[in-house]
């Protein structure tokens, strides 16, 4: 598999949407959310390791036409049925979302061999914040000369790169 290139933009401080020294809806690479650990840059390391950041998710819309067309060759449900359950989706939703926006806590962490971790959803920002500065305090060990103590697989990944290998 080839990863994408680690470019400036995907630095923590060129983010462009940074609360209280969080990072909301961060630009990071493609393959972020699929990268095994040991894979990833020494920079991108460096920038996200153990750096809570909120990701945003609203409720998705879908057309009938793009809901007929994923589903292909399936049973397809009745423009009425497909309507009804979009209808009661939504507003389950809504419901437990309450501005209907869900905002969830992720960080690279090492619970997760290949993505960051899921710490936790919220339905407003100030309770997605309140858990994004808790949690760095769980996650950053530092050792006695006050650096970030990695797991072994990312020591072993930044040694191999700065090796050259």
Known sequence: MEYTLYDKKYYFENQENIVDGIAIDPLLPDDFYDTPNEERD??????????????TETFREDSYEAYCERMGKYELESLEEFT???????????????????YDVRCLTGGAWDRPSLLGSFSTLDEALALAKEKPKMYQLLDDE????LPIGIKEAIERTVKGE
């Open 42 to 55: 020494t920079n991108e390391l460096a920038h996200w390791w153990g750096r809570p950041f909120i990701t």
């Open 84 to 102: 009804a359950r979009r209808d009661k989706e939504r507003k389950s939703w809504n419901s437990k979302w309450v501005e209907g926006v869900r």
């Open 146 to 149: 006050g650096f970030l103590d």
